[in-house]
C-alpha cells in the first residue's frame, strides 16, 4: 500500500508540472525580459492619419465650390451638380481606389485633406470648380478588457474618440481586468510601439483623454486564474489515473 501511495504522489506531482505550462496560456502579449516598453505616450497623434490599402472611404461632390451644401441650408437652390457618399470606395493593394468618371486615382499615403484636394483637381476637368469631402469608413481599435472572450472591434465614429470613450464602447475593464497594467500598441513610422498605462490610481486621469487612432490594440492585462485552470486541467486526469489504480490494485489482491 505504501508504494501504492508513492505512485499517487509522483503522478500528482508529475501532473502539477505538466499543467503548469498550460495554465493561464491565453494571457496574451507577455513581457519578454529586456522588451521595450514606453510610459511617455503622446496624448494627441502627432501627424494626421494616412490612408492606406484595404481602406474604405466615402466621399460627396459638389459644384461652385459647395454653392449646394451653403443653398441646402438656406431653401434657396440653384440646382448644381451633387453625388452624395453613399458607396464604399476600397484602395487597393497598388494604392489605387476606382472612382466614377475619372477612373483609378492613387490615394494610399495621403492625408485626408490631401486626398479631398487630389479628387476635386482630378474632378475639375470634368465639373466647375468642384468641392469634395471625404470619409474614411473602417478606421478602428482592437480592445481586450481583460478577458480574451470579450474583445471587441471599435469602429471609430469621429476623429477625437479619447481612451476613455473606447473602453466604455468595449463595455468597460471587465472583472478580471488589471486596471493598472493597460498596454496600447501602435504603429509608428511602420513599426508597433507598446505604451504601458496605468488607470488604477487617479493619476491615470492623463491619459483618459488621450486621442486613439486608427489600428491601435488596447490590451488589458488579466489576472491569472491559476486555481481554477490547474483544477479544469487536473481533476479530469487524475480522476482518469486514480481509477486506472483501483483497477490495478484490484487485480493485485486478486492474484
Not at 196 to 222: C, F, H, R, W
Request: proline fraction near 4%.
Amino acid at each position: 500500500m505504501k508504494s501504492l501511495g508513492k505512485v499517487y504522489g509522483l503522478c500528482a506531482i508529475a501532473l502539477i508540472f505538466m499543467s503548469s505550462c498550460a495554465v493561464n496560456s491565453n494571457v496574451m502579449f507577455k513581457e519578454a525580459k529586456g522588451s521595450t516598453i514606453s510610459d511617455s505616450i503622446p496624448l494627441k497623434p502627432t501627424e494626421d492619419y494616412k490612408i492606406s490599402e484595404d481602406d474604405k472611404f466615402v466621399f460627396s461632390l459638389t459644384t461652385k465650390n459647395g454653392t449646394l451644401i451653403i443653398e441646402g441650408m438656406t431653401g434657396i437652390s440653384a440646382g448644381p451638380v451633387v453625388t452624395e457618399g453613399t458607396n464604399d470606395y476600397i484602395v487597393r493593394k497598388d494604392g489605387t481606389a476606382k472612382l466614377p468618371i475619372i477612373g483609378f486615382v492613387h490615394v494610399a499615403g495621403l492625408t485626408i485633406p490631401e486626398c479631398e484636394d487630389t479628387l476635386a483637381a482630378r474632378y475639375a476637368k470634368q465639373y466647375q470648380e468642384p468641392y469634395v469631402q471625404l470619409k474614411v469608413t473602417n478606421q478602428r481599435v482592437i480592445v481586450f478588457p481583460g478577458n480574451g472572450s470579450d474583445a471587441k472591434v471599435i469602429v471609430l465614429q469621429n476623429a477625437n474618440t479619447t481612451l476613455m470613450e473606447a473602453l466604455a464602447l468595449a463595455g468597460g475593464i471587465t472583472d478580471r481586468g488589471k486596471a493598472n497594467s493597460i498596454k496600447l500598441m501602435r504603429k509608428v513610422n511602420g513599426e508597433r510601439m507598446i505604451y504601458k498605462l496605468d488607470l488604477s490610481t487617479l493619476e491615470g486621469l492623463k491619459y483618459v483623454d488621450m486621442i486613439v487612432q486608427a489600428n491601435d490594440y488596447i490590451y488589458v492585462e488579466p489576472t491569472p486564474e491559476l486555481a481554477k485552470e490547474i483544477s479544469e486541467d487536473i481533476v479530469p486526469i487524475v480522476s482518469l489515473i486514480s481509477s486506472a489504480l483501483l483497477i490495478f490494485t484490484a487485480i493485485s489482491l486478486i492474484k
